[in-house]
């Protein structure tokens, strides 16, 4: 495991120090952990809801049949290759 450094302010700090007490962390480090993990949870629900909108047309430009069935073809290729 690698050890990283931060620097806070002491506003933000007392507000993260707070925090973790009214939800029970043991450790600032189990809070930021958890909380870096939310965070990279959430760009990647982002980042796959950018794709669904592309792939299905959520766009100004009109989607045609053909880039729809490439689209999911795709996505089943993706799928699948994940789970074999």
């Known amino acids: 495991m690698e050890i990283v ?3 806070f302010e002491k506003e933000f700090l007392h507000d993260v ?3 973790m ?3 029970r962390y043991a450790t600032k480090t189990e809070f930021i952990r ?3 993990r939310d965070k990279i949870k959430d ?3 982002e980042k796959a809801l950018l794709r ?3 792939a299905f047309g959520f766009s100004k430009k009109k989607t045609t ?3 729809l069935k490439a689209a999911r073809e795709k996505a089943f290729e993706e799928v699948a290759s ?3």
Do not use: W
Request: charged share 55%.
């Open 52 to 54: 669904l909108q592309k």
């Open 34 to 36: 958890e909380a870096i």
């Open 65 to 67: 049949d053909r880039q």
């Open 21 to 23: 007490k009214e939800h």
């Open 5 to 7: 450094s931060l620097r």
């Open 17 to 19: 120090e707070k925090t």
């Open 43 to 45: 760009l990647e629900k």
């Open 82 to 84: 994940r789970f074999r």
